[in-house]
Nanobody, 124 residues
């Protein structure tokens, strides 16, 4: 089992930056890829970004490409999502997820462990 805890969310104005963190604990000795997803009120959870185990492969949703950066520090069991130039449409609960594979995935069904989420609100 892997436990995930997100942090770093908050209320910011449009154009600001935030960095979300995802702390992993438990059986972190296994290789796992990590993804960030988000869910806006009344909408489905959607893919945001993913990173493979070694950190040398990343992939982003078109809506965040060029503004968000996913990274990881395996020595600290941490994954980060740097979010720049935030827009009101980025408002959502952001979830960190891990999968029992070193390879990334964009579908939520491909992930085995989920955090509780952290709220990001961007005002106009």
């Amino acid at each position: 089992q892997v436990q995930l805890v997100e942090s770093g969310g908050g209320l910011v104005q449009a154009g600001a930056s935030l960095t979300l963190s995802c702390a992993a604990s438990g059986r972190t000795n296994n290789r796992y890829a990590v993804g960030w997803f988000r869910q806006a009120p009344g909408k489905e959870r959607v893919f945001v970004a993913t990173i493979n185990w070694s950190g040398d492969s990343t992939y982003y949703a078109d809506s965040v490409k060029g503004r968000f950066t996913i990274s990881r520090d395996n020595a600290k069991n941490m994954v980060y999502l740097q979010m720049n130039s935030l827009k009101p449409e980025d408002t959502a609960v952001y979830y960190c997820a891990a999968r029992r594979s070193g390879l990334s995935a964009t579908a939520s069904r491909g992930y085995d462990y989920w955090g509780q989420g952290t709220q990001v609100t961007v005002s106009s």
